[in-house]
């Protein structure tokens, strides 16, 4: 299992990063407020945990989002 996880910087906009946790994760406002303000506070965070396909298929769909948006938004994955 792969864990997926976003990258705070400082210029990807607070709203573009819960409106991904949104559309790829499918989190409420609850859930995507929680995880934004954790990469915002503690420079990274984790967005969940699936199979390396998965995760990878998610990170590559993240990273092109953020990159048709002007955004450097930074989206990785790890082992478990």
Same mark, same amino acid.
């Given at each position: +299992? %792969?864990?997926v996880i976003l990258l705070n910087d400082d210029h990807t906009p607070m709203e573009f990063v +819960? @409106? $991904?946790l949104h559309? %790829?994760?499918l989190m409420d406002f609850d859930q995507a407020s929680q995880i934004m303000l954790k $990469?915002?506070?503690e420079g990274r965070?984790? *967005?969940g945990i699936f199979t390396k396909e998965l995760a990878e *298929?998610?990170? @590559?769909q993240v990273?092109? %989002?953020?990159?048709l948006h002007g955004?450097?938004?930074v989206c990785q994955i790890e082992s478990e």
């Open positions: +299992m %792969y864990v +819960m @409106n $991904v559309r %790829y994760f $990469v915002h506070h965070g984790t *967005i *298929i998610k990170a @590559n990273s092109t %989002y953020a990159r955004h450097p938004l």
